[in-house]
């Protein structure tokens, strides 16, 4: 891990002196490395598709960042505790999810973040295939070791899916809603999908991978033709380039603080979160699971994640699972 330490410390002392140049010495006495080392550093941090500048007697200096996501990039600008620890970004993947699930069986620690530049068997609720076209999205896996029994693994979702929203909001300035159990909804159109899954056993976790897919600078002709719901990215709702890896850092950013409060404090929190971005609340919906229907008016959700639903005689129905549909 060392070389990628230093590749970091550099990226680190690039940002830090805003643009200017660094000495070649400077950097070696910083890293307390040779200068040679500096310089390979600095030819692998090239090859990975950095533009770095450099000029004899003063030195090194940062042009721009590549445009896929890099590892090293992403960690020197984290200040997580937990998550991000480790982050492995691969050209392509079959899965995020299922190569995350792997590195858990393996044994890889909690914390580890898994992203692809493109899935080629990417998957969403129920199993449902989830687009996933190279360079404009992002698609990330995060392996977390929770001490709680498996049928407490669903309230996750709901965490992930407020640091999703919180870190687009952030970053992108559009308002973004939550639609029950796992969906990001810009404008009504979906723009993220969620999808946890774990390994255990009756009584115990071994570990959960929450899967997210955020629709960045996909553009419209990149969507199937046949969508089960409208969708969008922050392209179609802007018209204008957002940076993948400003996302991504205020994703892991935000999931970090929230999995703090959450071993802490427990849902609540979390359920509040939720809540605060949840359009449907006190509204008028059909909820299907299968070939059953239930309408009446959304009360929110409970400890366990269920929602909440009034019936029209008053009397509130949990629901566990299926579609949220507002009624016409």
Known sequence: ???????????????????????GEELSQELG??????????????????????VTSKGYRLLSGPVALVADEIRSRLSTRVIGREILCHEQLASTNLTAMELGEA???????????????GKGRLGRRWESPAGVNLYLSILLRPAMPPWEVPRLTFLSAVAAARALQDVTGLKVEVKWPNDLLVNGKKIAGLL???????????????????????TADQFPSELRY??????????????????????????DRLYDEFLRCGME???????????MLGKAVRVESGPASLKGVVAGIDEEGALL??????????V?????????
């Open 309 to 318: 639903l009034q019936l029209p005689d008053g009397t509130i129905e949990k």
């Open 33 to 54: 490395i040779s200068r040679t080392a500096v310089w390979k550093h600095i030819r692998a941090l090239r090859a990975l598709g950095y533009q770095i500048d450099a």
């Open 269 to 279: 929190p979390v359920r509040q979160a939720w809540q605060e971005l949840f359009a």
């Open 230 to 255: 409208p969708a969008t990215s922050v392209w179609l709702e802007k018209g204008t380039l957002t940076s993948r890896l400003d996302v991504v850092v205020a994703l892991l950013e935000h999931f």
């Open 1 to 23: 891990m060392a070389q990628f330490d230093s590749r970091e410390k550099i990226l680190r002392l690039f940002r830090a002196r805003n643009s200017d140049y660094l000495s």
């Open 107 to 121: 044994g890889a620690a909690e914390g580890l973040v898994v992203i692809a530049e493109q899935q080629t068997a």
């Open 320 to 328: 566990l699972a299926g579609d949220v549909l507002p009624v016409e």
């Open 196 to 218: 946890n899954e774990m390994s255990a056993e009756s009584d115990a976790v071994h570990h959960v991978v929450l899967g997210l897919g955020l629709n960045i600078n996909m």
